[in-house]
């Protein structure tokens, strides 16, 4: 599934504070993922527009923490429903560089989520899951998640191409499901 190595679970984990311990964690192949979380994870479609789909309507962004070096922007986030619920935490290193002034704007104003702005802009792309994995939440995650104990949950790794080029590294992690 994946043509390139892609971005690195601890470093984009890490990226907002080397003190965060990087949670209990195993790589699983595509095909290991169970449902619901293969429907969520294992496809190359934006989650906004799948976890949109799956709560049955639109998330809401909420930047935890933020950094901008040079043209690179990087921003740790939880998406929520209408109704407040996280259902997914998120890590993007964008590539600023390689996006119009337009969709640049609209990134760091930090008020839609990314697969929207790109959507929006009819931003040429291509998401490329390039790792799956099963992880135990760490206190962070637990709390954010709103649980009262840590429950497993998956996440991927990917690149989103805009344009051809390797804009956006990410890392998505869903909140647990229970069904």
Sequence with gaps: MTSSPGPQLPELYRLFG???PLP?????APEAVPEPYRRLLVHPYHMTVTVEDYYGGPVNVHVLDRRKEGDTYSRKILLTTVTGRVVQFGVVRIHLDYCTETVRQAIV???TPLGRVLIQNDVLRRIEP?????????????GWFG????????GRLGIIHCDFRPAIDLLEIL????E
């Design 18 to 20: 080397s003190d965060e």
């Design 24 to 28: 209990e964690h195993e790589f699983v």
């Design 109 to 111: 104003e930090e008020k």
């Design 130 to 142: 390039t790792a799956f994995f099963r992880i135990v939440p760490d206190a962070l995650l637990t």
């Design 147 to 154: 649980l009262k104990s840590p429950t497993p949950t998956y």
């Design 175 to 178: 909140a647990p499901i229970a």
